[in-house]
């Protein structure tokens, strides 16, 4: 299963690459046969079936469609797979290779940033004989590895085989996170995530996705992305997320603007042009501070940092390898001087939300006007103002919350049909800060009048106790159960 800008790779039956790659080749063979003798008693087929809510209108959900992927076990009797395989779930199941018997999963864990699940069985006859995989370390390049899966187009294991071409920071089309990935040649379909890649019977990866601008290129997660989902899991229960230093770089390889900030010929490292208000790094590290190093690693006037000897990867990587609250040393140059800052460093989230899965949307709806969280999903399918993409939070909780398109019509709403898709910026003279903001400013409104200043001046301004009356009548005429989501119904708004 793959989402984005990423395509399919051709598929190949098991018995067909080993009987054209392998044939001539012993010591592909006995890696071939470790392969074969590890994934037959670990690598299992995920059946899910999903239901998402419909964008506009979220008090609706679409059809249930089903998808299916790959999954293998780890240790603790749990099934590792990927977080877009089980995404927006109602129904699990797992089926062991060469079994017709599907046994029903438990999505235990879910990692969307990363893209991986964690799955349980609660089935003493579905682990007989299983056997836990070992993870190891990330290949070296041109190194052969074996993906394995139930890639569409059949309904036995398959093995695939490629060599390792690059290992850097890659975009992850699920979640849109920016965190380190293994590329290879390996064929690596759909069906084929979650499934595991393998080198010297360890394995080094879990696939995930492929590129649908070329030919031949398909993306493994590695294992430290993978252990560090599963130790965060082990010691948080639920997956915290990844780290961040929440700063805005620019590069800096032309030798002017190294001048222009006074660092010497030896010196590397990144200009810091902003510091979110919410990160940890906030009211320590400031605008026009050049970024030296992380923990005693130097970072390249391109932002990178040495991987191994000959390969470097982006200097965020090693930010997202800590653990929240965890101490960072960062090296940074400022007007000249050099300073060092310890800083416990935490996850950081975005104004909007990439894509929110496994969740209810929120939305509250009061005279034919719906209200909803701007989030990614909503701007792909309608136009937004080109000045909310991008922004940061300023305050815990914030979010911009926008006048739907999908406005119910009826006579209190008139002449209003053309403002949609704006911001909501106040709510009678008041900021609306989010979502839960805006309910309780509307539910307390106490004058005649309920004014609603949106962006670019637009108002809207309707009777406030003829807007209360009619709403429950719009819901009825539209077949709406409730006028809000379920993390707004748990919200007490006292309106005495």
Request: aromatic share 8%; hydrophobic share 35%.
């Amino acid at each position: 299963m793959f989402r984005g800008s990423f395509r399919f790779l051709s598929s190949q039956s098991v018995s067909t690459i080993f009987s054209s790659r392998f044939s001539s080749i012993p010591a592909a063979e006995n890696a071939k046969d470790s392969v074969i003798d590890l994934t037959l008693n670990s690598v299992v087929k995920v059946f899910c079936l999903s239901s998402t809510s419909s964008v506009l209108q979220p008090w609706q959900k679409k059809l249930p469609t089903k998808k299916s992927g790959s999954g293998f076990v780890i240790s603790n009797n749990k099934i590792l797979t990927n977080a877009h395989v089980v995404s927006d779930h109602t129904f699990v199941q797992v089926r062991k290779h060469d079994s017709p018997t599907k046994f029903k999963a438990k999505v235990e864990t879910v990692g969307h940033d990363c893209d991986l699940a964690i799955l349980k069985i609660n089935s003493k006859k579905f682990w007989k004989d299983l056997k836990p995989l070992d993870l190891g370390d990330v290949p070296p390049l041109n190194e052969t590895v074996f993906v394995v899966g139930f890639p569409r187009g059949g309904d036995n294991i398959s093995i695939t085989k490629g060599v390792v071409s690059r290992v850097e920071v890659t975009k992850y089309a699920h979640s849109k996170a920016k965190l380190m990935t293994i590329q290879t040649d390996a064929a690596i379909n759909s069906g084929n995530s979650g499934g595991p890649a393998f080198m010297d019977n360890k394995v080094i990866g879990v696939a995930f996705q492929g590129l649908t601008s070329s030919q031949n290129i398909g993306y493994i997660i590695p294992t430290p992305i993978v252990k560090h989902f599963i130790t965060s899991v082990e010691e948080n229960v639920q997956f915290p997320g990844f780290c961040s230093l929440g700063i805005s770089c620019q590069s800096m390889e032309n030798a002017g603007i190294r001048r222009l900030f006074k660092m010497t010929p030896k010196m590397t490292g990144t200009l810091i042009r902003r510091v979110d208000p919410l990160s940890s790094c906030y009211g320590i590290l400031k605008e026009k501070d050049v970024l030296l190093s992380v923990d005693g690693v130097s970072v390249g006037n391109d932002q990178t940092v040495v991987l191994r000897k000959t390969e470097s990867i982006d200097f965020n990587h090693l930010v997202s390898m800590k653990k929240p609250c965890e101490k960072t040393s960062l090296q940074i140059l400022r007007e000249g001087k050099k300073h060092v800052f310890s800083i416990n460093i935490k996850p950081v989230k975005a104004l909007i939300p990439e894509y929110k899965y496994d969740m209810l949307p929120s939305y509250y709806i009061f005279a034919g006007f719906v209200f909803l969280p701007l989030t990614q999903a909503y701007m792909d399918i309608a136009p937004v103002s080109e000045s909310l993409p991008g922004k940061v939070p300023k305050t815990a909780g914030e979010q911009i919350v926008i006048l739907s398109q999908q406005i119910l019509e009826d006579d209190i709403n008139t002449g209003y049909r053309d403002l949609e898709d704006l911001q909501v910026k106040e709510v009678n003279g008041v900021r609306v800060d989010n979502m839960k903001h805006l309910l309780q400013l509307i539910e307390k409104c106490c004058t005649d009048n309920l004014r609603l200043d949106l962006e670019r001046g637009y108002i809207i301004n309707i009777d406030y106790k003829s807007g209360k009356n009619v709403s429950t009548k719009i819901l009825r005429r539209y077949g709406i159960p409730n006028a809000m989501s379920k993390d707004l119904q748990s919200l007490k708004v006292d309106c005495s």
